[in-house]
């Protein structure tokens, strides 16, 4: 589920070359606050496929919706709030 969504983000992904002691600066369009720089295009993908893990786990912890991507789906169930006993 993750890796099919990571995929999916990174062929959506912008790539631009800014002045910068990191050149390489690239993001992807409907992720706010994904992106990542790098001194080389490899570097700065590598930097924002962790950028999208931390992004989506720290999404679902706030209860966000996760955008789809190209068919690209991250479902979570609903949590329930109150605890539940697993031990009758």
Known sequence: MFAEYIAAALRRAEYKIIESDEPVFVSVPGLNGAWATGKTIEEARAELIEVIEEWLVLGIKL???IPAIDG???NV???NEE???VVE
Do not use: D, E, F, L
Request: overall charge neutral.
């Open 72 to 74: 690209a789906m991250i």
């Open 63 to 65: 209860g966000h919706t």
């Open 83 to 85: 605890p539940v006993s």
């Open 77 to 79: 169930p609903a949590i």
